[in-house]
């Protein structure tokens, strides 16, 4: 198993790094929280997951082995594979979601793209004993849902768009982060932003 790579950062996409580790570019899905702390050219050291398909090898990566560990243990959980984990973990941070988990906060888990009312519960129930309990202070659950704007600045300057084009962009899909109530989706909010940009340009 590959448990993380380093190196510099060789390219950027919207949900992927490609990070060079030897003289080998290697492609690793990330959600949009890791990637809007990656730079082109700087170094970087992801720690990873290997999924492994019948037709795929699909390499993930994580800013931390927090962040890898619970993307691992939600897959745990029936009917979760790699990308709902995935997308759960760019919604909410590792400790929002046993936070979520250990109150039984439906509504956090059903604010993740392709959870509804009775898959929120069903996941309450099998992730229960699980995630464990919080790490952090309760005020780190909240930082991701209050900084949607400083994530998505970061995300896009990261991708290498200029200052001027990421606050406009941002500008653009306040009036969607804010529709989405309190717990915007960054992923989300980034397809947006990336649409606005390419219609611009």
């Known amino acids: 198993m590959i448990a993380f790579v380093s190196g510099p950062v060789a390219a950027l996409a919207p949900d992927s790094a490609v990070v060079e580790v030897g003289g080998v ?6 959600t949009p929280n890791t990637l809007s702390g990656l730079r082109m050219g700087q170094q970087t050291k992801l720690a990873t997951s290997l999924v492994v398909r019948e037709d795929s090898l699909t390499l993930y990566g994580f800013a ?13 959980a029936s009917g979760v594979g790699p990308r709902l984990a995935q997308s759960m973990l760019a919604v909410h941070t590792p400790d929002a979601l046993r ?3 250990a109150t039984g906060d439906e509504k956090a888990l059903m604010a993740v793209p392709g959870i509804g009312k009775k898959g929120a519960q069903k996941l309450l129930l099998e992730l229960k004993d ?4 919080p790490i ?25 768009y200029a ?8 500008s653009a899909v306040a009036p969607q982060a804010e529709a989405a109530g309190s717990t915007p989706q960054v992923g989300q909010l980034l397809k947006a932003a990336l649409q606005t940009l390419n219609r611009a340009r």
Do not use: K
């Not at 849902?145 to 300057?157: N, V």
């Open 136 to 160: 952090g202070a309760p005020a780190a659950g909240t930082a991701i849902t209050s900084g949607w704007r400083d994530q998505l600045h970061a995300a896009l300057i990261g991708l290498g």
């Open 99 to 101: 936070r979520a988990v």
């Open 25 to 30: 570019g290697i492609a690793v899905q990330c």
């Open 163 to 170: 200052t001027r084009e990421a606050d406009e962009a941002v």
């Open 64 to 76: 931390d082995d927090d962040e890898r560990q619970v993307f691992e243990l939600l897959q745990t």
């Open 130 to 133: 699980r995630l464990g309990e």
